[in-house]
């Protein structure tokens, strides 16, 4: 049995990715930082349909310390003997705040969390991947698109794309392949509290004039997986926003 590591994975993107890879037979680990409430539900639902085949870790990641603690939670577990195949990084946060009334220690925060904390995981977990595993990281097509009201977010997640193509050389010698996954607008429960006229003014900026899928952003975590020649490549799933 393979062994996955997705964090960020009780909601959205994240529960969705850690599905399909229950659904391939991977032992999953998934992460959360908050709403136990929510996590309990999940883990109900998916002991029902694969009892025994996942494992829940709470614990938030944003600083060096969460992410020695959060090692220490996988070491601990039986599974763990066996590797990991497949890291998938997408926990990750955002800060609308003005530019002008970001501080430092909002800056900072978002960097923590979508960038330092995803690359000392990486570390962390180098001598637990498996040879000819991979690395996915769950970056944004905000990335590529600045995106006015989240300058952090921005910033961060074209870091996470450079971390991306660095990461490649580090890891061609275990034959593990290192890429990431570009979503664009998707229907996670935060898309989803948006009023109606903004979320249509969204899809007017998409070609396909929709959000994705929590799922589709999976098909790609699965296609990547598949492939076995698709390598430092940043994958945009964004329907082409931008398009009109």
């Excluded at 995981?121 to 690395?135: E, M, P, T, V, Y």
Aim: charged residues 20%; hydrophobic residues 40%; aromatic residues 8%.
């Amino acid at each position: 049995m393979k062994t996955a590591i997705v964090t960020g994975s009780t909601k959205g993107i994240g529960l969705a990715i850690s599905t399909a890879l229950l659904g391939r037979g991977y032992f999953v680990f998934m992460n959360y930082a908050n709403d136990s409430e929510n996590a309990e539900a999940v883990k109900s639902k998916l002991s029902r349909e694969y009892p025994g085949k996942f494992a829940v870790i709470h614990q938030p990641l944003e600083t060096k310390e969460d992410v020695r603690r959060f090692h220490d939670e996988f070491t601990g577990h039986d599974e763990a003997g066996s590797g990991v195949d497949l890291l998938v990084l997408n926990a990750g946060c955002t800060d609308r705040a003005k530019w002008t009334e970001l501080t430092w220690e909002k800056f900072s925060h978002v960097m923590d969390v979508n960038v330092n904390a995803p690359a000392e995981l990486i570390r962390k977990f180098d001598g637990n991947l498996n040879n000819g595993g991979n690395i996915i990281m769950i970056s944004s097509a905000m990335s590529v698109y600045p995106h006015a009201v989240s300058v952090p977010y921005t910033v961060s997640k074209s870091a996470v794309n450079g971390l991306t193509l660095a990461l490649v050389k580090e890891y061609c010698g275990r034959n593990i392949r290192v890429n990431a996954i570009l979503p664009g607008f998707v229907n996670t429960p935060w898309q989803k509290a948006k009023p109606e006229e903004q979320r249509q003014r969204i899809c007017g900026k998409v070609a396909l004039h929709r959000f994705a899928e929590p799922e589709e952003i999976a098909q790609a975590v699965m296609a990547i997986i598949d492939a076995g020649y698709i390598n430092g490549a940043l994958i945009p799933v964004d329907g082409s926003y931008c398009y009109s």
